[in-house]
């Protein structure tokens, strides 16, 4: 598992934590971040629970489990959070998500009062006194109740399945060891361009989405697969490219 910094002043850390080669190839590649400002943390799509005790010694290491405070998921697949089963076991975390999911994601044992549920229009959300991200809505790309976060600080835009690469584990090295970042575009477009044609559902949602991000500052986007987008020429790549390519039903 890398862990790696990809924002930190005095009182804000934004971290990824990923890249799991000991994982069965049959479970998909996922990555996990935490945000901790003023102590306080919040971890962005904690995960399949076949990811739980891999994800939660390397968190072990960056915070005090009593310090997690939230679990902001995208939406509700899977891979995205089927180990808040046993993260409800070790924190009293509140699990932030959209509401059309509140009713499922109790068959991972969260109970409402543990939930807050967000509605279609995305909100600011106050994490600290003093800090809050943007939640924004990303609906349909793929899931009909699907959340991104940005945070104003680093300028990292957290996409969800956005901007997904499904990498096999032998692309994941370079010479230099394993890599978290985009280094060549065109070369990162294999591993995304079915995804998003067969996972995104809707030509006019990609729109809104792509209109909606545009107006933020975003110095990295970054995906709950495969690698990175770092810098403002590789976020305007990958948001040049996904507004030209054909998805969902259009695809075909
Ligand atoms: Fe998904
Ligand atoms: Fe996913």
């Not at 904690?46 to 994800?55: D, L, N, Q, R, Y």
């Amino acid at each position: 598992m890398i862990t790696e910094t990809l924002y930190e002043d005095d009182n804000h850390k934004f971290l990824y934590i990923g890249k799991d080669t000991d994982r069965p190839e049959y479970i998909i590649d996922t990555n996990q971040y935490l945000v901790v400002h003023d102590k306080v943390g919040c971890v962005l799509d904690p995960g399949g629970i076949e990811m739980f005790s891999a994800v939660s010694s390397s968190l072990a290491g960056e915070i005090r489990m009593s310090d997690v405070k939230y679990f902001f998921c995208s939406h509700q697949d899977p891979d995205v959070n089927s180990s808040l089963a046993l993260w409800i076991s070790i924190t009293d975390a509140k699990v932030i998500i959209d509401r059309i999911w509140s009713t499922f994601i109790t068959h991972y044992g969260v109970q409402p009062s543990n939930m807050i549920m967000i509605e279609d229009n995305g909100m600011k959300f106050n994490m600290t006194k003093d800090y809050s991200f943007e939640i924004i809505p990303a609906h349909y790309l793929h899931s009909p109740g699907h959340l991104n976060l940005y945070d104003p600080i680093s300028k990292i835009l957290f996409s969800g399945d956005i901007g997904a690469g499904l990498m096999p584990k032998e692309d994941l090295k370079t010479k230099k060891g394993r890599n978290i970042f985009v280094n060549n575009f065109n070369d990162h477009i294999k591993y995304m361009e079915w995804f998003h044609q067969r996972f995104m559902g809707s030509m006019e949602a990609k729109k809104a989405w792509i209109e909606r991000v545009s107006k933020l500052d975003i110095e990295t986007i970054a995906p709950q697969h495969g690698l990175i987008f770092k810098g403002k020429d590789m976020v305007n790549n990958f948001l040049n490219w996904f507004d030209s390519l054909k998805v969902g039903l259009y695809s075909k």
